[in-house]
Every structure is written in C-alpha cells, then in structure tokens.
C-alpha cells in the first residue's frame, strides 16, 4: 500500500489544488480515496476502494466513496469503465487510453496506443462533432491463457 512514489504524491497535490480552486474541500478520508486511486492500476470497483480505504480509515461509508468517486469523474480526474460486468470500475488515470477485459477473470490491462484518428472519421461520416469514445477489448489474459 504505502509504495506511491513522488509523481503520485505530487499528481494527487495538483488535483486537490485544483479542487480546492472550484471550492471543493477535501477531508482525510477523500483524500485517501484519490491517493488510492492514483496508485493502483488494478481498475477496483467502488466496493474495492471502500475496502482498501476502510483499513486505514475504519469510519469511511461506501457512500463517502461514491461521492468522491462522482466527483472526481464530473471534474475530469477519473474515469469509469464499463467492462460489461456488474460493477463499474474506476481508472486514476484520466488520460484516454483503452483496456483489455480477461473474460474470465476479470483483470483490466491498460493498453495505450494511438487512435486519435477515428474520431476523426466518426465526425466526417456522422456529422458529429465527436467529443470521446470508449472501446474495450474481450478476451483471456496470459495467465488465464496457460490454464485454458
Ligand atoms: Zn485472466
Ligand atoms: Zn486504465
């Protein structure tokens, strides 16, 4: 848990800093939530952030979570996945990039690449002005893959 490294302190500093500019206090037990979104690159469900964040704040409520977790994505700091399972998962990292789902279980890989260009072709065939798009891959992770 405690292995943030100085650019995670620091990015977790600018986005308070930039919170509390719009007027947005942060508490301890916020503030955990962001550091631990941050430092993860497992994509937890909101029940994973509670789980983890409760450790170190036993008084934390899953509603505290989630309202947390709304704002930080109405303020463009997070993301929330859909993965077509039952609970979203939510991504620290808001830049776009796209994710593979393992099909059987459950673990999200961040892929990067550059695909700037279809919503250039989404604007030219729809008319659209095109804003953002999601796209997920499905399939078995390397791991699974040995078993199967
Ligand atoms: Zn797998
Ligand atoms: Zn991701």
Redesign the pocket.
């Known amino acids: 848990m405690e292995t943030k490294d100085a650019m995670e302190t620091r990015d977790a500093i600018e986005i308070l800093r930039s919170l509390k500019e719009k007027g947005i206090r942060f508490t301890p037990q916020r503030q955990a939530i962001l550091e631990y979104l941050l430092a993860t690159d497992t994509h937890p469900t909101a029940e994973e952030i509670y789980r983890q964040v409760k450790e170190k704040f036993p008084g934390v409520s899953l509603g505290t979570v989630y309202n947390t977790l709304n704002m930080l994505k109405e303020n463009n700091f997070l993301l929330e996945l859909d993965c077509g399972e039952m609970s979203a998962r939510f991504d620290g990292n808001a830049e776009n990039h796209y994710h593979a789902v393992?099909r059987?279980?459950?673990?999200v890989v961040d892929f990067h690449t550059d695909l700037l260009q279809l919503d250039t072709l989404a604007s030219a065939s729809t008319g659209f002005s095109i804003e953002t798009h999601r796209l997920v891959f499905y399939g078995?992770?390397?791991?699974?893959r040995m078993i199967h």
């Open positions: 393992c059987q279980c459950g673990k078995l992770c390397g791991q699974c």
